[in-house]
T-cell receptor, first 114, second 115 residues
C-alpha cells in the first residue's frame, strides 16, 4: 500500500462523453502526476500538478485537463472521449526533495470507451 | 526525443535461475533511474532507485541494478528468481533538466517463472 487512492476503480463510457477521475495523494505529498497506461505498454506521462498549478505536460491534447485541490487531492478530466482513450489511468504522488524524486502510484482507474 | 528501451518483452525462467533485464535510455544529461514492478492485479511498486553515488543499488526482494553511465544502461538483476517474481517490470528515467516530475517509462518486460 502506498497511501495513494483512486476512484472509481473501473468505468465504462461511450465515445464523445466526458469523464472525471479522482486521486487522493499520500499524506505530506504536494505533487501529483497522472499517467495513461495502455494495454501492454508502459505508463505515459499526461501532466503534473504542484501546489494546485500544472507544471509539466506530456504529449496529450487539451481535452485532457486536471485540477489539484488545497488538500492535494486531484482530478483528471477527459472531454470528448475517443476509443483510444481506453486505458488504465494512474495517479502518482510525490514529495520532491531537490532532484531526489520518488513517486508512489495508486492502483489506477480502468477506463473503457465504447 | 528521449526514450527508454526494454529490449526483452517477455522472459521465461525456471525457479532458481538468474535474472537480468535490460534497460537503456537515450538522454545525455543527468538522470534519476528507477525500476518498478507490477504484480498481476496490483499497482506499480518501486523496486529500487538510483540518484547518485554507488552505481550498484540494492532494492527490495533481493533485486539489484547497476547504472553504467557510458552505456546509458540500468539493468536489473536477481541471482535466484522465485515463482512469486512473476510480474511486469518497468524501467523508468527522470530527466533532471526537466522542471516537472516527468518520468519516462519503458514498455515493460513480462517475467514468467516456471515452478
Amino acid at each position: 500500500e502506498t497511501g495513494v487512492t483512486q476512484s472509481p476503480t473501473h468505468l465504462i463510457k461511450t465515445r464523445g462523453q466526458q469523464v472525471t477521475l479522482r486521486c487522493s495523494s499520500q499524506s505530506g505529498h504536494n505533487t501529483v502526476s497522472w499517467y495513461q497506461q495502455a494495454l501492454g505498454q508502459g505508463p505515459q506521462f499526461i501532466f503534473q500538478y504542484y501546489r494546485e498549478e500544472e507544471n509539466g505536460r506530456g504529449n496529450f491534447p487539451p481535452r485532457f485537463s486536471g485540477l489539484q485541490f488545497p488538500n492535494y487531492s486531484s482530478e483528471l478530466n477527459v472531454n470528448a472521449l475517443e476509443l483510444d482513450d481506453s486505458a488504465l489511468y494512474l495517479c502518482a504522488s510525490s514529495s520532491t526533495s531537490g532532484d531526489r524524486l520518488t513517486q508512489y502510484f495508486g492502483p489506477g482507474t480502468r477506463l473503457l470507451v465504447l | 526525443a528521449q526514450s527508454v528501451s526494454q529490449h526483452n518483452h517477455h522472459v521465461i525462467l525456471s525457479e532458481a535461475a538468474s535474472l537480468e533485464l535490460g534497460c537503456n535510455y537515450s538522454y545525455g544529461g543527468t538522470v534519476n533511474l528507477f525500476w518498478y514492478v507490477q504484480y498481476p492485479g496490483q499497482h506499480l511498486q518501486l523496486l529500487l532507485k538510483y540518484f547518485s553515488g554507488d552505481p550498484l543499488v540494492k532494492g527490495i526482494k533481493g533485486f539489484e541494478a547497476e547504472f553504467i553511465k557510458s552505456k546509458f544502461s540500468f539493468n536489473l538483476r536477481k541471482p535466484s528468481v522465485q515463482w512469486s517474481d512473476t510480474a511486469e517490470y518497468f524501467c523508468a528515467v527522470k530527466l533532471l533538466s526537466s522542471s516537472a516530475s516527468k518520468i519516462i517509462f519503458g514498455s515493460g518486460t513480462r517475467l514468467s517463472i516456471r515452478p
